[in-house]
């Protein structure tokens, strides 16, 4: 995922996969999110209130010095390198500026994987729900690539777990592909296709547990023992169409709940 090239894992699933968001099977995905509020430490400025001070800020439009501390931000998260990160967000720098296709330091952070530099961003004001050129949040390409930790980070940072992209999947949607090409793949080997789908079971619970479906929840739970206690490639593959059907049944309860 390249800062301002033209290929790149947070262009988003719309895009096509980049180096640092391929999925399982190399096909496109993306989506996932949640309205969960964490009760700040006391002391420390909501931040809420410093994303509306960036927003403010933004509008004047950056200085060249302060365009190349934004994209050092940006490269920096993608780079996984915390430290800088750290020092440019103390310095100033607006977690919240993006690149021309609409990507942020956190966008690259949660394509990374890297919980830790989400977290500090999330801690100033960065937005979890900003979207890029291809409407995709952070929360999208977290989901995209199956990093756990970061989606939790996200969801508790007050990420939307309706959040919908521009093709209008969900992360239940996102499952549902993601298992489609599992269920497809022929080379993958017993233990990578297990991974894959107990990733998938902890994606969907921190999903459900966000909801408060917690009898659904339980019903994942059972999968994911059914799961641990596989040894052959076809009992794997009785959980991921079990799974499969959960997800799907899970898509007609969420239709029917908007209409």
């Not at 801690?123 to 990093?147: E, I, K, S, V, Y």
Request: net charge neutral; charged share 25%; glycine share 10%.
């Amino acid at each position: 995922m390249e800062e301002g090239g033209g290929g790149g894992g947070a262009s988003g699933p719309a895009a096509g996969p980049g180096p640092a968001m391929a999925a399982a099977g190399g096909g496109p995905l993306g989506c996932l999110h949640v309205l969960w509020q964490r009760d700040e430490p006391a002391g420390k400025i909501p931040a809420r209130r410093l994303r509306r001070a960036a927003r403010l800020h933004r509008r004047l439009g950056p200085t060249g010095k302060e365009s190349h501390a934004l994209k050092r931000l940006r490269e920096a998260a993608n780079g996984n390198d915390l430290d800088t990160v750290q020092q440019l967000l103390e310095d100033g720098a607006d977690p919240c500026a993006a690149d021309d296709k609409g990507r942020t330091a956190l966008h690259f952070a949660s394509c990374n994987g890297n919980d830790h530099i989400v977290q500090l961003l999330l801690d100033h004001g960065a937005d979890p729900n900003q979207r890029d050129g291809l409407g995709n949040t952070p929360l999208h390409l977290a989901a995209c690539t199956n990093h756990v930790p970061v989606i939790t980070t996200l969801l508790r940072g007050g990420a939307r777990v309706d959040a919908l992209d521009r093709a209008g999947r969900t992360p239940l949607h996102l499952a549902k592909s993601k298992l489609n090409i599992l269920q497809e793949g022929l080379s993958h080997s017993l233990e990578a296709v297990r991974l894959e789908v107990k990733q998938i079971i902890q994606m969907l619970r921190e999903y459900l547990d966000r909801l408060g479906r917690h009898e659904q929840k339980e019903q994942l739970d059972d999968l994911c023992s059914k799961l641990q206690m596989t040894s052959t490639k076809e009992q794997v593959d009785e959980v991921t169409d079990l799974l499969a059907s959960f997800t799907s049944l899970s898509l007609q309860m969420q239709k029917m709940e908007k209409r």
